[in-house]
Nanobody, 124 residues
């Protein structure tokens, strides 16, 4: 049974940093590319960042480029999202997702497994 469990969300002030973690189990983690998405109330799920299964290739949405960094530790079956200079518009539920491929996708439909999400709230 595949499980993705996000952690690290919370309530912070604008300008602060958070690091989200996503621990994977029930799959061969190094065979999956990983992505981070978010969903704000009343909005569609939005792609943020993705990383290839080896970690050698990364891709970011324009909205977070330069502020967010995705990384992974295949020995720990964990993917991370370092978020700096947070803004109130970053408030959302953040999800990690796993894709059975060496190559990442920016589409929600491109991922095979999803976590339950972690809430990030940024106050002005």
């Amino acid at each position: 049974q595949v499980q993705l469990v996000e952690s690290g969300g919370g309530l912070v002030q604008a300008g602060a940093s958070l690091r989200l973690s996503c621990a994977a189990s029930g799959l061969t983690f190094s065979s999956y590319s990983m992505g981070w998405f978010r969903q704000a109330p009343g909005k569609e799920r939005e792609f943020l960042a993705a990383i290839s299964w080896s970690g050698s290739s990364r891709y970011y949405a324009d909205s977070v480029k330069g502020r967010f960094t995705i990384s992974r530790d295949n020995a720990k079956n964990t993917v991370y999202l370092q978020m700096n200079s947070l803004k109130p518009e970053d408030t959302a539920v953040y999800y990690c997702a796993a894709r059975r491929s060496a190559y990442y996708s920016t589409d929600v439909s491109g991922y095979d497994y999803w976590g339950q999400g972690t809430q990030v709230t940024v106050s002005a």
